[in-house]
């Protein structure tokens, strides 16, 4: 099953209370809570590119599953991580004490940060 593809977020959970615990200023947070970001991912084998557009701010990540790598985390602080694929439609990387989970099922991925028992989860469809 393959990543490649452009997502829109179409909801998200526990938004405003995870962005709390990583650090972000409320300003920051309430500009960010409305706003419909898009993920673009280009998947070849086992290396990824991931760009995820949030109005004016571009989060751009690359990595090759299994291998160390810098990935910049939505504070804009960029973490050495390693990222493994589970199955066929699920990769999990551990950021800094932030655990990742992105699963593919469909036309849908479903992204869950896990932060101690803090979790914050996005859902995004195809477009």
Do not use: W
Request: aromatic share 6%; glycine share 8%; net charge neutral.
């Amino acid at each position: 099953m393959s990543f490649t593809g452009k997502y829109e977020l179409q909801s998200h959970e526990n938004f405003e209370a995870f962005m709390k615990a990583l650090g972000l200023p409320d300003e920051q947070i309430q500009k960010g809570k409305d706003i419909k970001s898009v993920s673009e991912i280009v998947q070849d084998g086992k290396k990824f590119k991931v760009t995820v557009t949030t109005g004016t701010k571009v989060l751009h990540n690359e990595f090759t599953i299994g291998e160390e790598c810098e990935m910049e985390m939505l504070t804009g602080e960029k973490v050495k991580a390693v990222v493994q694929m589970e199955g066929d439609n699920k990769l999990v990387a551990n950021l800094k004490g932030l655990k990742s989970v992105t699963e593919l099922h469909g036309d849908t991925i479903i992204n869950t940060l896990t932060m101690g028992d803090l979790a914050y989860k996005r859902i995004s469809k195809r477009i």
